[in-house]
């Protein structure tokens, strides 16, 4: 049982990403309170229930407007801002939430950092996207600031392509009217991997198959077996609480938990079957051997020092650095 005397707030909005998360958290009887960001509001004069939050755990997405949350991106900013102007100990503040939420942030960022990036140009306004592309090598690509996983993405071939999208009114710039212009650089072996730091260290990653046609590069929307083959994507939903469950116990469970979860992971290469076949694959991983895999870590949990237990550690003051930040 937890030794929390107040609980801890999750701050969230994507439906199903925090599954794991939830039943974690009831499976230690760590107390928290669930906060929508997608419907909320705060006083400005005052903290309202959060004074009574041991952490506030912020885990809004950029992508929330492609579920029609929008709204909630930039309201996140202002309710950060607040907690943090009242000494609310927070867990990806509005600091790292800014640069979550801003490509051009980002890149001044790796500048600054002495870090490699692909030449880019920053713009606001569609009818500046030719001009801005002058010193660039083509193909270039335009991303909305605020997309979440390379959403709105357009690759263009030429200056020509470009400059007929431009008067053609067909470039997304994205919520906050502003994008990079920015070179093309293709994924080396058609895979980008994606890797997840918590504490300073190591837990995760995750090779992410493209297909060329689309930029969307998160797992959950390419859903695709770690060799590359596809998945239905509606098959995919189901599954992505425990996938991702998954691969953070199957690195700690050692070898032998790694092998039985790549080897069912790849029965998930669905045929002409459909989605029946897919529905009785689902039921067969939620009742078996991922569990099981799970299972082989739970022994260890309380004793490791990423994920939960990180939480918990910053639930109690303890000083440190999550992948985003703090």
């Known amino acids: 049982m937890s030794k929390l005397k107040q609980p801890i707030a999750i701050y969230y909005e994507h439906p199903h990403w925090f599954v794991p998360l939830f039943k974690e958290l009831d499976r230690r009887g760590v107390p928290y309170v669930r906060i929508d960001a997608a419907q909320h509001h705060f006083n400005p004069a005052q903290l309202n229930g959060e004074g009574g939050y041991s952490l506030v755990f912020n885990r809004m997405s950029p992508s929330a407007y492609r579920r029609g949350h929008g709204q909630a991106i930039f309201y996140t900013l202002y309710y950060l801002d607040h907690l943090e102007q009242r000494g609310k100990r927070i867990v990806n503040g509005q600091k790292a939430f800014r640069y979550e939420t801003s490509k051009a ?8 950092l002495g ?3 692909p030449k880019s140009r920053v713009i606001n306004n569609p009818a500046d996207a030719v001009e801005a592309s002058r010193g660039l090598r083509f193909p270039i690509v335009v991303k909305p600031n605020i997309g979440g996983s390379g959403a709105g993405v357009t690759k263009f071939n030429s200056r020509a392509e470009l400059d007929a999208a431009a008067k053609a009114g067909t470039l997304d710039l994205g919520l906050d009217t502003t994008a990079l212009v920015q070179e093309f650089i293709p994924a080396r072996g058609g895979h980008i991997v994606r890797v997840e730091v918590v504490g300073g260290k190591f837990l995760y990653g995750i090779k992410v198959h493209l297909t060329g046609e689309t930029f969307d590069l998160c797992p959950a929307d390419i859903c695709k077996t770690t060799g590359g083959q596809d998945l239905a994507r509606a098959a995919c939903w189901p599954l992505l609480a425990r996938c991702q469950l998954l691969l953070i116990h199957t690195r700690q469970a050692g070898p032998t938990a ?22 009785a ?10 569990d099981h895999v799970a299972n082989l870590h739970s022994r260890r949990a ?25």
């Open 302 to 326: 309380d004793q490791d020092k990423s994920g939960i237990g990180h939480l918990l550690a910053a639930s109690t003051g303890a000083t440190i650095r999550s992948g985003k930040s703090i």
């Open 281 to 290: 694959v689902c039921r067969e991983l939620r009742a078996g051997v991922l």
């Open 258 to 279: 790694q092998a039985a979860a790549s080897a069912i992971l790849d029965r998930l290469i669905l045929d002409r079957r459909g989605r029946a076949a897919a529905g």
């Open 115 to 117: 870090l490699p990036y």
């Open 105 to 112: 942030l980002q890149l001044s960022l790796l500048e600054t």
